[in-house]
């Protein structure tokens, strides 16, 4: 097959297993670097010759290993699905990424970005996600039809792995949006909230993730290293906190498992009222004292 014919063919199979655009564009972008890097046709490729292209991302490139997993995964479904190859997967292994908690926003901070954000358009779109705990690609493709002000609550249709789903509409939230509703008064065949400047489509996710990163770094001076997808940490968290179960928190955000949404336990503040033993143990002293 042509490399035309592969991508296709690629997609497919991506599409087959429900995989998300975004990750259907990402996986696609990477292999067509990686077939400009072969000087043979993909079909002849062997294991030396993806290790080959490995060793170039990570030494020549440098590029972190968190991003050479991707191009890994990449070519492992191209081989694996599309290409239907055997190959010693064992010989090019992915990179043990280093756990790391992401950092969150707290409650003044994102007070701040909202009061701070003048453009109602945005401004709904950032409420919305952390009000309901969206990711920036629900967000976007967000239908009026989906917002159910009767019961409160947001449709979230296809989500990731093409999953539907319900999450809540807060108070706060489905004020904006009625503001913001009345200001655009947005109309689409497909019935999307937010559109983008000429009306044709929904919102680039690129456009509220700019403006995201603008309001945090230069309006608000926020020096922490978030992005747009904090919101939704936030969200969990949050609701954690405040005393939501898990299992709960793994509905409103649509997790496969649960395994997901316990990594919300790490990042929640669970401290607050418990008291170190060592205070205990100086009242102790100084009572018998």
Known sequence: MQNEQILTKMDEDMTFRAYTSSTKANYAGKIKIFMKYLKKPVEEVTEEDIRSFLKHLMYDKKLKNRSVNIYNSAIRFLYGVTLNKILNFKQMPLFRIKRELPQLLTKDELQKIFDTCKNIKHKAMLMTMYGGGLRVTETVRLRIQDVDSKEMRIFVKNGKYGRDRYTILSEENLKILREYYLQYKPKHPKGYLFLSGDGK?????????????????????????????????????????????????????????????????????????????????????????
Request: aromatic content about 4%.
């Open 201 to 289: 489509d929904h919102l680039n996710r690129n456009t509220i993730e700019r403006t995201f990163t603008k309001l945090c770094k230069k309006k608000c001076n926020i020096d922490k290293k978030v992005t747009i997808h904090t919101l939704r940490h936030c969200f969990a968290t949050h609701l954690y906190e405040a005393g939501s179960e898990l299992v709960n928190l793994q509905e409103l955000l649509g997790h496969a498992s649960l395994r997901s949404t316990v990594d919300y336990l790490h990042l929640a503040n669970m401290n607050k009222g418990i008291t170190s033993p060592l205070d205990v143990l100086n009242t102790v002293g100084d009572t018998n004292g």
